[in-house]
C-alpha cells in the first residue's frame, strides 16, 4: 500500500511517498482493517516531523508514517458494524509505538476507537473531527467546572479551540474566546460570549478582565500561552492546556492538569451525529492528496487559511 513517511527529522521535504506491506488482522488479534479515504493533517504531525518531539518518540525513529485522523470504510467486520460501513477516528500511534500512522491506504485500529460516519457527512469533514473534538470534550471533563462557570477558550480560530468553544457552549457555560478578531463574528455564533484579540499577554489579560471582572473559573489553553494567563483566573480555578509541552506554574490554588486525547469512538459517534444535524461546526481549510502531503504541511505552517487541511486517499 501507498504510505507517506518522515524519511528524517526536518522540514516538508522530508515526508516522501514510500510502500509499505498491507496490514494483517492476523498479527494484531481483534483488530480490524480501515481502507482510508482521508486523513487529518495536525498541528501535532508538524511538530513530530520537525524532531521538536523527538524525545517524545522514545525509541521511534524515522522512518514512520505521521497521521492521527481517519475516515474511511471498515474492511473487517465488528459487532454492529458492517464491512463497507462508513467510519471515523484516530490513532494513537505514539502511544502504541507501531510507527504507523494514518498517511496510508490502511490502517489497523480497536474496533473501540471507530465511530459510524452519517451519510451526510463527507469523509473530509469526518477526518477533520477525531482528535480534535475528543480533545476538546477531554479537556472539558478534565475542568469539570459546573453549569454556568466562566471558561476562557484560548486558539479559538484553530480546530481544536472552535470545538472548545461550541462544546463549552453547549454544556452551558459562559465562554470567552480568545482568537483572531476577524473571526469575532463566528466566534460568536459558535456560542462565545465575548471574544478577546490575540496580542500581547497584557492585554489579553486586560480583555478578559474586561468580560470577566470577578476572573475566569477555568481556561483551556489550545494556544499553549501559560504562565501570563494566570492572572485572568480565580483563585482555586482549574487551568488545562492542550498540551503538557507548556505547562504553567501552578499558584493560588489554581489546578494545572495537561490534556492528552484519548480514542474514544462512542463519543466520537456523539459528535458526529451532532455535526450532521447541524450542531457541531467543522471547518476544512484545504483538500489535498495523499503524495501532497508535503504541501499540506507546508500550507498548514503558512498558516493563512484557518481549519484542518485533509490528504485525500
Known sequence: MRVVEVTAYGGPEVLRLGRRPEPDPADAPGRVRVRLRAAGVNQADLKIRSGRFAGVLGELAPPFVLGYDFAGTLL????????????????????????????????????????????????????????????????????????????????????????????????????????????????????ADGVVPRGAPEDVVTGVLGFAPERVDGVFDAALIADPLLPAVKDGGVFVPASPERMPAGERDIRVEAVAGRPDGARLREFLDLAAAGGLATRVADVLPLEEAGEAHRRAEAGHRPGRIVLMI
Open 76 to 191: 473487517d467486520p465488528v459487532p454492529g458494524l458492517p464491512v463497507g460501513t462508513r467510519v471515523a477516528g484516530f490513532v494513537p500511534w505514539i502511544q502504541e509505538g507501531t510507527g504507523a500512522g494514518t498517511y496510508a491506504e490502511t490502517v489497523l485500529v480497536e474496533p473501540g476507537w471507530l465511530a459510524p460516519v452519517p451519510d451526510s457527512v463527507d469523509f473530509t469533514d469526518a477526518a477533520s473531527l477525531p482528535l480534535s473534538v475528543l480533545t476538546a470534550a477531554q479537556a472539558l471533563d478534565l475542568m469539570a467546572l459546573p453549569e454556568g462557570s466562566v471558561v476562557l477558550v484560548t486558539g479559538a480560530s484553530g480546530v481544536v479551540g472552535r470545538f472548545a468553544v461550541q462544546l463549552a457552549a453547549r454544556a452551558g457555560h459562559r465562554v470567552i474566546a480568545l482568537g483572531d478578531a476577524g473571526d469575532a463574528a463566528e466566534l460568536g455564533l459558535l456560542g
